[in-house]
């Protein structure tokens, strides 16, 4: 464990934003954002200032390390970096730093996977598609997050990413996710998921609908095998949580700003998910995992106890009723918008008392039961899915 923190401490270090490059560490700007496709002597101008750079990031000594890893980063982050200069710059680095992110070097691979992100071009992406199948977490967390950087900088800037390989890699990061059980390496890879949802450039439309899509569907088929929570263990509880939130949080801002960038599958699969989290909640209540008070036996330190046990499931209602809102807003016809009304099922769960525990139960089933808000059109989710 103490190796692993280590090693988590590393990458969130390694993937900090660089510092500025030594001056004779740098290209010169007419190379990083020319327009028109690099000549001869720029290329060579490229190549040897890769080579330099590469070769330091197998240095022993970590200052040679962070020199070489930013003088790399450093035209890419220029904010008028060329498409033609990016696909020039990944052909001369993408093979090298594949091979570097293969190392069994920690401080090197992640070096080489955070460049390989910031390249942001379809050859970059395999070598990290493949760090997402590393035994080690810190180079699943680097591979996760240099992935999530792909898509930013795919809805930043012109793109040099397909359509059809931002689609692939969005499956990668969700084929990831549904097996990863390691929670840092499990946030990141639910993280870079999130970046996808952002509005993209002109060709990759596609994107937002397949993250948003891939996200709800892998964390919702993650909270229909949760357990109840004494059931679950303390560890895979707090996973579950943390996946609930960092994708509902997306899912929701999503939703709200910008609901016009999804496809309506997309945003019926955001809609599934949140009744997965309204279905969770309902099991653990019959399964009494998360009792209520009982005003005439319980004490009020135990009383205390159990409010605070109702805490985290509060957190989770209130954010999958907010999913829910803005999907149904997002499908209803405009006329009918006004009239969807708001959902507080999360007070029910923190009230804490078997009164309030029937409330919920009532209220989440007019929404995932069997003539439910979400079995019936636009969504038409089978019932079966939540449960009895």
Do not use: C, W
Not at 191 to 211: F, I, M, N, T, Y
């Amino acid at each position: 464990m103490k190796t692993f923190a280590r090693s988590a401490a590393l990458v969130l270090a390694f993937l900090a934003v660089a510092p500025v490059a030594r001056a004779q560490d740098d290209l010169p700007g007419a190379v990083v954002t020319s327009l028109a496709p690099l000549g001869a002597d720029q290329e060579s101008l490229l190549k040897k200032f890769a080579e330099e750079n590469l070769a330091r990031l197998t240095s022993d000594k970590p200052a040679d390390v962070r020199r070489g890893r930013s003088a790399l980063l450093k035209p890419l982050g220029d904010p008028s970096v060329s498409v033609s200069f990016r696909l020039a710059y990944a052909r001369t680095l993408v093979e090298p730093l594949a091979a570097l992110a293969a190392s069994d070097k920690d401080p090197v691979a992640v070096s080489a996977l955070r460049v390989l992100g910031d390249l942001a071009t379809d050859s970059a992406v395999a070598p990290l598609e493949r760090g997402l199948s590393s035994p080690r977490p810190a180079v699943r967390i680097a591979s996760a997050s240099a992935l999530g950087r792909v898509l930013e900088t795919a809805s930043l800037r012109t793109p040099a990413l397909t359509a059809d390989r931002g689609v692939r890699l969005i499956a990668a990061l969700g084929e990831r996710l549904a097996s990863e059980s390691e929670p840092l390496v499990a946030d990141a890879l639910a993280r870079a998921l999130v970046l996808g949802l952002a509005s993209p450039q002109q060709g990759l439309e596609a994107v937002p609908s397949a993250a948003m899509s891939r996200l709800s569907s892998v964390v919702g088929t993650r909270v229909q095998g949760a357990r109840a929570s004494k059931a679950e263990g303390e560890a895979e509880a707090s996973l579950t949580h943390t996946l609930i939130l960092r994708a509902g949080e997306g899912l929701r801002t999503a939703l709200a700003d910008r609901p016009q960038a999804f496809q309506a599958q997309a945003i019926k699969d955001a809609a599934g998910f949140a009744g997965d989290v309204l279905a969770l909640q309902r099991r653990r209540l019959v399964g009494a995992d998360i009792p209520a008070i009982l005003p005439r036996e319980d004490d009020e330190a135990v009383q205390e106890t159990k409010k605070a046990q109702r805490e985290k499931p509060g957190v989770q209602v209130a954010t999958a009723e907010s999913v829910l809102y803005f999907a149904r807003q997002a499908l209803a016809p405009v006329a009918e918008r006004p009239s969807i009304p708001s959902t507080n099922l999360a007070q029910f769960i923190r009230a804490a008392s078997t009164e309030q525990d029937a409330r919920f139960d009532t209220s989440a089933l007019d929404l995932i039961g069997a003539s439910g808000v979400l079995t019936r059109a636009p969504f038409e989710i089978p019932a079966s899915r939540f449960g009895k």
